[in-house]
């Protein structure tokens, strides 16, 4: 069986590759599950320092959620399909290292999804992004209408699960739905240097924002405030911490170990 996630290093940068090309990387439930476990071992793995995320065979991200599969499932079991891959997007959200999406194609329902768990995302000019569901007669299952609600807004977020019509990548970017728009040509070039770049930060100064803006975006700004001051001096405390200001005062550049 060929594998549903692939996975290799560049550097401290783990790639993963959603890998049913010829599905255009739909999600079933098995593919689900792997990447959750491929999400467990980047975290587990110290000398990983961010993530990326892109669908195999340079046409899809990913174009959803397994449409023929779903299609025989009853109630229950699609209740469990959605909490299955609620959790894994609940667990990606909160990894403690970053997760760039690079949304090389088609994103749509829970391939859309999928990219808004991840904490960046950088689209081809040529990706198209949407939440379809409503064309089958459903609706996101994979957390799609809170976290595009989030994202870009109510308006914004009821025209394109009310329409169910895919935006451009530009739309996309215009919403605030992806980061950055490149040419497809550059697409991975202009993601590995984003992911180099965020590899070479502190890991536990970015483990501290991305639970700051995660409490930030849960609660109300006194808590948050509260929540970021404690975190400030957590990290005070690191080696990395005493690095990066020594680096910055002799002139040179950090070398940050996790510490
Ligand atoms: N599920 C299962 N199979 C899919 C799929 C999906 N979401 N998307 C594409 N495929 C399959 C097609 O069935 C086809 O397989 P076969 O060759 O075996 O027939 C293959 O991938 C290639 O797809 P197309 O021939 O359709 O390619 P296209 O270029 O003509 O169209 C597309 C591309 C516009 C993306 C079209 O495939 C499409 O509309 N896909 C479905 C998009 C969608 O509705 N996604 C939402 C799914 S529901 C969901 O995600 C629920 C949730 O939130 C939990």
Same mark, same amino acid.
Request: hydrophobic residues 50%.
């Given at each position: 069986m060929t594998d549903l996630i692939l996975a290799s290093d560049r550097d401290a940068v783990r790639i993963l590759t959603v890998n049913?090309? #010829?599905?255009?990387?739909? $999600?079933? /439930?098995?593919? &689900?599950?792997?990447?959750?476990?491929?999400? #467990?071992?980047?975290?587990?793995?110290?000398?990983v320092r961010a993530v990326v995320l892109t669908g195999a065979g340079g046409k899809a991200f990913v174009a959803g959620a397994d449409i023929a599969r779903m299609s025989t499932l009853s109630a229950v079991e699609a209740?469990?399909?959605?909490?299955?891959g609620q959790r894994l997007m609940r667990r990606m959200e909160r990894m403690p290292k970053p997760v760039v999406a690079m949304v090389n194609g088609y994103a749509l329902g829970g391939g859309l999804e999928l990219a808004m768990a991840c904490h960046l995302r950088i689209a081809a000019d040529s990706a198209r992004l949407g939440l379809p569901e409503v064309t089958l007669g459903l609706l996101? /299952?994979?957390?799609?209408?809170?976290?595009?609600?989030? &994202?870009?807004? !109510?308006?914004?977020? $009821?025209?394109?699960?009310?329409? /169910?019509?895919?935006? #451009?990548?530009? !739309?996309? !970017? #215009?919403? /605030?739905?992806?980061?950055?728009v490149v040419p497809a040509a550059d697409l991975e070039a202009a993601t590995m240097e984003l992911a180099a770049a965020l590899a070479a930060n502190a890991p536990l100064a970015m483990r501290a924002i991305l639970d700051a803006i995660h409490v930030g975006g849960e609660c109300g700004i006194d808590d948050g405030l509260e929540y970021e001051s404690a975190q400030f001096g957590l990290v005070f405390s690191t080696d990395d911490a005493r690095e990066g200001m020594a680096a910055f005062l002799g002139r040179r550049k950090p070398a940050f170990n996790n510490r």
């Open positions: 049913r090309p #010829d599905k255009l990387n739909a $999600l079933d /439930g098995a593919t &689900l599950q792997a990447l959750h476990a491929a999400f #467990d071992a980047a975290a587990d793995d110290d000398a209740r469990d399909f959605s909490l299955l996101p /299952g994979f957390g799609g209408t809170q976290r595009l609600l989030r &994202l870009v807004g !109510r308006a914004a977020a $009821l025209e394109l699960t009310l329409t /169910g019509a895919p935006v #451009d990548a530009a !739309r996309a !970017r #215009d919403l /605030g739905l992806v980061n950055r």
